[in-house]
């Protein structure tokens, strides 16, 4: 599953959500968290993780694609706050017995039909 990067740190390739999801619950379970994973809890924290996100994109103004002008230490950074946020919405859909997968799944189905694409003349 993992790789090995030029920097010496394991990379993995490919990780569903339903493996993140069971690596959350290993996690919480381990330090007894669970009594504090309420829905609300954890939606609280997901939100103080997306402001952290938008901190570093406060003052920059409009960025490009790619983020070419980013030192790496900013590029780690923003991944680690794109981390939280999506490991809190995990545990957020876990505990409220919500298959993230098949959610976004479905929502993209219905984005298809709700926005079809426009009609070449």
Do not use: T
Request: proline fraction near 4%; hydrophobic fraction near 35%; charge should be negative.
């Amino acid at each position: 599953m993992g790789e090995e990067k030029e920097d010496g740190k394991e990379r993995v390739d490919d990780i569903s959500l339903k493996d993140l999801s069971k690596k959350l619950e290993e996690f919480a379970s381990a330090r007894d968290w669970d009594k504090f994973h309420s829905p609300r809890n954890l939606l609280l924290a997901m939100v103080g993780e997306v402001g952290e996100l938008s901190e570093i994109f406060q003052w920059r103004g409009e960025v490009e694609k790619g983020l070419p002008n980013w030192e790496e230490s900013d590029k780690e950074h923003l991944g680690e706050e794109l981390s939280d946020v999506l490991l809190y919405l995990i545990r957020l859909s876990d505990m409220c017995g919500i298959d993230l997968g098949d959610a976004a799944s479905r929502k993209l189905v219905k984005n298809a039909i709700k926005y079809p694409p426009p009609k070449l003349l």
